[in-house]
């Protein structure tokens, strides 16, 4: 069974940083390029950054360019999110997906971990 | 960035109705459409890729249909697990897209 488990989530002050894990098992990990999409409260989903199977190419939304870092560890079956200058608009629930496969299904995000919450506040 | 626009909002229907659900991109994506359902606290679940293909495991109740810049999704015979969000996604351009989302609730 494809299991993803988000953690790192919390409360955190404006302006502040946090580390975001997503431990894996029941699939090749490194055959599968891996996601981050976020969701804030009441709203649709939004993709946050992609990393490829190997590491080498990484994709950032323009919203968090700059400050979120993307990173895996194929031999831990784990992939993270670095996330610096955080701000109110980074709330929301943070999930780990799986891409469904490769090529054109990059960008098609299947299965998703159950979630973390990232509060940003004072 | 390709917009997409669903709608309605929100649907409310019977068990057993036919509904009808409309994602409309702001420029051509082909047939690189999903359509995802959510449930409170859980996460989002693909039921449609590629505009009109069924996700293995998913109802066949749920039918998608579309291409270039209009798509929908229709569920036949409404069951009371298919009340949910659904959220449509574009992944034929990076950055990736969702829709809004239409609220299917119980009449």
């Known amino acids: 069974e494809v299991q993803l488990v988000e953690s790192g989530g919390g409360l955190v002050k404006p302006g502040g940083s946090l580390t975001l894990s997503c431990e894996t098992s029941?699939?090749?990990?490194?055959?599968?390029?891996m996601n981050w999409v976020r969701q804030a409260p009441g709203k649709g989903p939004e993709w946050v950054a992609s990393i490829t199977n190997s590491g080498r190419e990484i994709y950032y939304a323009d919203a968090v360019e700059g400050r979120f870092i993307i990173a895996r560890d194929n031999g831990k079956n784990s992939l993270s999110l670095q996330m610096d200058r955080l701000g109110a608009e980074d709330t929301g629930v943070y999930y780990c997906?799986?891409?469904?496969?490769?090529?054109?299904?990059?960008?098609?995000?299947?299965?998703w971990g159950q979630g973390v919450l990232v509060s940003v506040s004072s | 960035d390709i917009q997409l626009t669903q709608s309605p909002s929100t649907l409310s229907a019977s068990v057993g109705d036919s509904v009808t659900l409309t994602c409309r991109a702001s420029?051509?994506?082909?047939?690189?459409l999903a359509w995802y359902q959510q449930k409170p606290g859980k996460p989002p679940k693909v039921v449609i890729y590629?505009?009109?293909n069924l996700e293995s495991g998913a109802p066949s109740t749920f039918s998608g249909s579309g291409s270039g810049t209009d798509f929908t999704l229709t569920i036949s015979s409404l069951q009371p697990d298919d009340f949910a969000n659904y959220f449509c996604?574009?992944?034929?351009?990076?950055?990736?897209?969702f829709g809004q989302g239409t609220k299917v609730e119980m009449k």
């Open positions: 590629e505009a009109s």
């Open positions: 420029q051509s994506i082909g047939r690189r």
């Open positions: 029941g699939f090749m990990f490194s055959a599968y390029s």
């Open positions: 996604q574009q992944y034929q351009t990076y950055s990736w897209t």
């Open positions: 997906a799986r891409s469904y496969g490769s090529g054109s299904f990059i960008g098609l995000f299947d299965p």
